[in-house]
């Protein structure tokens, strides 16, 4: 089997998920015997369609534009068995890099009216691939992809028995929590069957159900925690003016605005290959504009967070809940401000040295 593999989205390495999903989703149908070709849609030059029809009337089958379209990506298409369309989530359908590549193949028809079941539709020129839809979300609902789901069923599937070409729709809600190491075992469960949805499309151009529940799984019982937690990050990157990227290439960690996220940030930075065996109960007071009690208790390579006191402790720390996340968040030097007397600690103070360390994951 011939693929082509289209990546539309202008984000690259670990900040795409979408190139995460399609290089797993390639692998699998490599490993099934098949040929597959991945182009960068960012990186060729694809005219908007100008709408003259000389594709239909003075130049049939071809384009006007000499770009890579035209050179290169249709060319190719029409050879392909299968295309491979992955895009990232852009207002509920693909972007538009994607969208121009889907509309600059109008070569592929021709310019007559036909009707089928009550539909009008033009008939094929030549025999377009396979298709499969790819499409990535940083939002936890599978609904958001409705309305894709909908266009590319109408697009591939659905004017005429001739053109039915949709073979897989895989989507993928809540792909920013993919590379976060929390999620790592369940982000592990999905890719794995990302992957062997490669290999099922590669040797039988489906995808089966119990493959599709894995790919599509929530990540989480509740998103309300996980929105709760992106809107702290949305909310550290305007405060300090800077982008989701920068804030990850610069380790800004989130700044907490409750004890309620503060307890979700510790669980989503914990190190458990940092524990080595140890076991501990480290407890919070804050004080100043938000008061309250929390703790972090850690046992076995787990960790349970929740508000409230710890029973017999074996770290405390008091300290104004502003200072604490200053420290947290690496606008205040704890050493010294420990020194300075501007929070107090009490019991084991080598489990302080150990925090950046267990909770360094962020």
């Known amino acids: ?28 149908m490599r490993s099934a015997g098949a040929e597959v070709e991945v182009i960068d849609l960012r990186e060729k030059k694809v005219n908007n369609c100008a709408g003259c029809f000389s594709c239909w009337t003075k130049t049939p089958g071809t384009c006007i534009h000499k770009d890579d379209m035209t050179q290169e990506l249709f060319p190719k298409w029409l050879e392909s068995d299968l295309a491979v369309l992955a895009s990232p989530l852009y207002h509920f359908t693909v972007n538009a890099e994607m969208k121009t590549f889907i509309e600059r193949t109008l070569p592929v028809l021709e310019p007559f009216f036909l009707q089928h079941n009550g539909r009008t539709h033009h008939p094929l020129r030549g ?166 009690y929390c703790f972090l208790e850690i046992s076995e390579g787990t960790l349970k967070a929740q508000q409230g006191t710890a029973n017999q402790p074996n770290l405390t720390v008091n300290s104004p809940f502003d200072m604490w996340m200053d420290i947290l968040t690496g606008k205040a030097d704890g050493q010294q401000t420990f020194l300075d007397q501007k929070y107090t600690v009490e019991g084991d103070l080598s489990l302080l040295m150990q925090m950046d360390q267990l909770f360094g994951n962020n």
């Open 1 to 28: 089997m011939k693929v082509l593999a289209l990546n539309s989205s202008p984000r690259t390495g670990g900040e795409s998920k979408t190139e995460l999903m399609l290089n797993y989703l390639v692998e699998g």
């Open 127 to 292: 025999q377009p691939p396979k298709t499969v839809i790819l499409s990535v979300a940083g939002l936890p609902d599978e609904s958001v992809f409705d309305l894709l789901s909908s266009w590319a069923n109408f697009i591939y599937d659905g004017r005429n028995p001739d053109e039915k070409t949709l073979v897989a729709e895989i989507y993928r809600p809540m792909a920013e929590a993919l590379t976060i190491p929390y999620f790592r075992d369940i982000a592990a469960d999905i890719l794995d069957a990302t992957q062997q949805a490669g290999r099922e499309i590669a040797s039988s151009m489906h995808v089966c159900e119990e493959t599709m529940a894995r790919v599509k799984q929530p990540m989480v019982d509740d998103p309300a925690t996980y929105l709760e937690l992106g809107n702290l990050t949305w909310k550290t990157c305007i405060a300090e003016g800077i982008t989701p990227r920068e804030l990850g290439e610069k380790g800004v960690m989130p700044r907490p605005d409750s004890i309620s996220s503060y307890i979700e940030l510790m669980k989503l930075g914990f190190n458990t290959d940092a524990t080595n065996g140890l076991n501990a109960k480290i407890q919070f007071n804050f004080t100043g504009d938000i008061q309250g």
